[in-house]
Every structure is written in C-alpha cells, then in structure tokens.
C-alpha cells in the first residue's frame, strides 16, 4: 500500500502526511485558493486536478530508466502543477536554472538523466539547439498538443477517487526521491541534491511551526521554484497548511510591492541580494501600507534587515540552511543582530577540520567584530547529521567530503559567541588569508553594504604578486559613471569595524554582477575574472587610509608583470 493512501485511511483531520502526494490529495475537494497570479486563481481543488492532470501524461509518456523529469521555467502556473504532478507519479523533478546556458546547461542536464523537459517555447528552442533530448520529449507549455494532452488527462470534478483512477503510483513512499535540487553554486561547482517527498513533507511541517504559517496566509513567491528557498519554506508549508500561493514569473524590485498589494500577501521568501535590490528603491510614504507580516530569507546584511523592518513593519526571520540540509538552529528572540539564533541541539558544533575539536567561544567588540577568530571561527557540523544527508546524484566524491567521521559537515563556516548564540561566517571558500591572519569575506560584506550606494556585493581571494593573498571586492551601483572613488575610501575609513587587512586592495564596479538564478552573487565567477573585465577596477595606493585609483589597461598588464617578476604566474590559471 503506497503511503499517500495509507495516510488518508489514517484520518487527515490533524494527520502530518508521509509524503507529499498524500499532503495533495489532503486538498482535494478543498476550494480555498491554492494559486494565484495576476490574471488566474485555483482553488486547491483545482491545483490537485491540474497536478493529476500532469502525472497521467507523464505516466503515459514514461520510458525506461529514472523518472526523471527537468522543468526550464520561470514562476508559472505549470510548474507548480509539475511539482504535483510528479508528486503523485513517483516522478522526480528537476528544476532547471533558466540563467545557466551552453555546455553548462547541456552538462547540468546530461548529469541529472532526464527523460522529459516542461519548458515553453523559447526554452524549448534552446534546448533544441543543445541536443540534449529528442525533440519530441521537450514539452513547451505554450503548444496546442501540450494543452491539448493536458486537458484530456484532467479529472473530471466529480471524480473523487484519483488514487482508484491511477493518479497516484502504488510506489509512492516517504523515501521516494521527489527533488534534484542543484545547489547555487556560488564558491564551487553545482551538485544535484537529493531531495525525497518524506524529508519535504516533513520540512513542510516543521517550517510552519517555527515561522507560524496558517491557513490564511497569503505566500508571495518571487523566488524561483527550481530553488530550495521558494519549495521548503514557502510552497510546502503552503500546501501542508492549504495557504494560498501567490506566483510572479521572477523578483523584481520595482514589481514588489505592487505584487504585495494586488495579492494581499502576508508572506515571502527572500535572499540576500533580492533584499538589497529593494531597499536600494526610493522610499515612499505609504511603504508600510501593505498586509505583509513576515518574511523568511538568507544572508541578507543586519542593516538591511534592519531597515526593511524600519520601512515596511513587517518581521524578517533571518534562516541557515542548504538544499542538503536544515534545521541546525533554534530562534531566539534575545538574539544579537547578526546571530542566527542558538544551535538546535548538542550535536551543532563549530569544529576544527584538522584536529576535530570544537573550537573555543569568540569574544566579540563593541562592534561585533570576532577578537579571537583563530580559536573561535569554524566549520560547522552535525554530529548526527550523517543519516539525515540524503545524498548527491551521482557525485560519491562529493558525498564522501559531506560525511566525515560519522559527521555532516556543512561546507560553512561559523562561530557561537560567550553567550551560546551561533553566527554564520560564510562559505568555506570566503575566509581569506591575508598577510597571516584570517578575515571574513562574509563580514567585509557586511560592512560594503552599509553603504547608501551598494546594491550588492561579493567579496573574494584573489592571489598577491608576492605572497598570500589580498582582498578584492565588486560591488554593484545604479550609476557607474556616478561612483565616487574618494568618497568610497572616505567612507571605509571611518567604518570601526573593519579591520587594516580587511580592506579591499581592488574594486570592482559594476551596473550588474554576475548572479545565480537564485540572485546569489557568482564568486567563483568574479574570483576566475580579478581585474581581467570589462568592469572598472580600482586599486588601493599609497600608505595609511585607503585611496583608489582607476586601473588603466596597462596597469592590469603590470600587475600580471608583477606575478612574473616573482614566479606566481601559475596562480593567475592562465
């Protein structure tokens, strides 16, 4: 007996569903708005029926091998409708990043062994030109035969029993692999993460809890749906509570608060990025106008979280986790701003990676800055984490550095204060080494994005001519022919909190940076360029206070001079 009907014998009246096609056929019959956009509303009735509609004609189109079906879309109806689709067949889903393009796109697809791709017609043309599947098995949503193959599979709303219809496949179980999420890829290179319809269904319930998700919420999702971000913390609870889901295509800053006010909404997810975009647009008296209560979201600097609630009077609930796991801190509401809150249980530790000791409390300034960051700053892990890591698709090597010594290691590194409040001090590959000491790109981040005119920031590792590595940062603005060099050094100057070697040594400014599809800034990006772009760069000179200087063509040509003047031309990867 497969568990969606197993669940539904159960009762369902306060039943946590196994799996998240029992959580949709929960819904059927339930005529509360399910979805939403600007020109269409489905009652959640309606959303099983189209999701059923779906996994009839993927059953039907199902060839040998891994249900494996790619979605390239951006926020639209059919993608949802896929996601339930695949719920209901057995099928698992992979969202397709509509940004990636070329090799990279044809490899992330070849790797993940799909037998379908949802997409529409533009989508369906690239992928043609990739000859990454037959053309026959690329569906683009906006075609007669696809609308047409949809409508005849749609249940008719008086049949209720759609799991005696053969909606739902007798394999469907709580360990049934439902998503292949590829990570963002920001300091490294993508993976496909293993995602079943029991770790969802179960991250479904427990997000509602602790972001007190009700059934008259109205979610925003202006995040991509191929993302981690817009399925665990917003479509799931949305569909364990029967919330209405609001989509627009993708985030805008400038469609934010229209969006929020034509829908009413109560909820959205956001990244760090995102945020900063819309703090960066012109406030405006009736900014707190609005139905918003809350939202969730990553990485986003403490003044702009600050400031968001300041402007809008909505609660930001600042999060920590990954598509490979969740659920390593508890909130706090005495928590420091910058903490995440407190590790979850004992098993969340800040450990050496060396000598597998934990590492000692960081004592922090007056400014929150960590005084003792040798000791204090780690990588995180769970030491109980192992069983709960579901894996990467065919990547064993990259399992093999998650699980270490019966651990699960995180890939992030963080710190707990004297007062057992956990920090997050960014990704593995943002701690640079400069002249001997530590420093944290996450923090240097911080700091830029303070001021009025950055939008968004990355700051990375790039190698020094002599020895070690300096700091280099790029920063995006409205106006490039309007920055302001001197005034940005002025501005570093007087900041308390950043330190003399912390200070970018190069600066690169841009009207648009290089993003994931999931707004997340490209570093690996940025760090493979340095100088070498079309951007302007600035250069730190002289002693003492920072002052920049515009590098010319043939100051790049010097400082690449300068690497082999001292024998580290190998470190430029050219």
């Known amino acids: 007996m497969c568990s969606a009907r197993a669940d539904l014998e159960a009762g369902s009246t306060a039943t946590q569903h196994a799996t998240i096609a029992a959580m949709l056929l929960d819904r059927l019959g339930d005529e509360h708005p399910g979805l939403r956009t600007r020109e269409h509303t489905w009652s959640w009735d309606g959303v099983v029926r189209e999701s059923a509609a779906r996994a009839r004609l993927a059953t039907d189109l199902r060839e040998p091998g891994p249900f494996h079906i790619g979605v390239l879309l951006e926020n639209v109806p059919d993608f949802v409708f896929w996601l339930g689709g695949a719920a209901l067949a057995g099928a698992t889903i992979v969202g397709i990043n509509p940004t990636r393009r070329g090799d990279d796109l044809a490899a992330e697809i070849r790797h993940v062994d799909l037998q379908l791709i949802v997409t529409d017609d533009a989508g369906r043309e690239q992928l043609v030109a990739l000859d990454v599947l037959p053309e026959h098995r690329i569906l683009s949503i906006d075609s007669d035969a696809y609308r047409n193959a949809v409508a005849d599979r ?81 479509w799931a609870p949305a569909l364990a509570n029967g919330a209405t889901v609001c989509l627009t295509p993708k985030f805008t800053a400038s469609g934010f608060l229209p969006d929020v006010r034509f829908y009413g909404a109560t909820f959205f997810t956001y990244v760090g990025k995102a945020l900063g975009y819309l703090m960066a647009t012109p406030e405006r008296p009736g900014d707190r106008d609005t139905t918003l209560v809350r939202g969730f979201g990553t990485e986003a600097s403490p003044e702009d979280k600050a400031e968001f609630v300041r ?105 707990v204060d004297q007062q057992g409040f956990l920090y997050f001090a960014g990704r593995k590959g943002d701690w640079i080494r400069v002249d001997g000491e530590n420093t944290s790109a996450l923090d240097i981040e911080h700091i830029l994005r303070r001021h009025p005119g950055v939008v968004a920031t990355g700051v990375f590792g790039v190698p020094d001519p002599r020895s070690g590595d300096q700091v280099m940062a790029a920063i995006e603005v409205a106006d490039v022919d309007a920055f302001d060099p001197v005034a940005f050094a002025d501005f570093l100057a007087v900041q308390p909190d950043l330190g003399t070697k912390s200070a970018p040594r ?58 082999a003047r001292f024998g580290r031309t190998r470190l430029l990867g050219t």
């Not at 990547?395 to 651990?407: L, M, Y």
């Not at 490209?522 to 206070?545: I, M, P, Y």
Request: hydrophobic share 40%; net charge negative.
């Open 154 to 234: 749609r249940p008719d709303t008086a049949d209720t029993g759609l799991e005696d219809a053969g909606v739902v496949a007798a394999e469907v179980e709580a360990e049934s692999l439902f998503l292949l999420l590829f990570t963002s890829g920001t300091t490294g290179a993508s993976k496909a993460v293993r995602c079943s319809q029991g770790r969802l269904a179960r991250l479904a319930y427990a997000n509602s809890a602790k972001y007190g998700h009700v059934r008259e919420d109205v979610d925003y999702c202006c995040m991509p749906l191929f993302h981690g971000n817009a399925l665990m913390a917003l």
């Open 311 to 415: 402007r809008f009077g909505a609660e930001l609930f600042e999060g920590y986790g990954s598509s490979e796991g969740a659920g390593s801190v508890v909130r706090d509401p005495a928590a420091p701003p910058g903490a995440l809150g407190r590790p979850a249980n004992e098993n969340i530790a800040i450990v050496d990676p060396e000598t597998l000791t934990d590492k000692a409390p960081a004592r922090l300034d007056e400014h929150g800055r960590v005084l003792n960051p040798d000791d204090a700053i780690g990588e995180m892990v769970d030491k109980a984490g192992a069983s709960r890591f579901e894996g990467y698709y065919k990547n064993e090597s990259a399992v093999a550095d998650r699980i270490r010594h019966g651990w699960y290691w995180t890939g992030d590194l963080g710190y």
């Open 506 to 563: 190069l600066l690169r400014v841009s009207a648009s940076l290089p993003v994931t599809g999931s707004n997340k800034v490209l570093k690996r990006t940025l760090q493979q360029q340095r100088w070498r772009t079309e951007d302007a760069v600035f250069r730190w000179v002289g002693r003492g206070s920072p002052q920049y200087a515009l590098m010319s063509e043939g100051d790049r040509d010097a400082l690449d001079a300068e690497f």
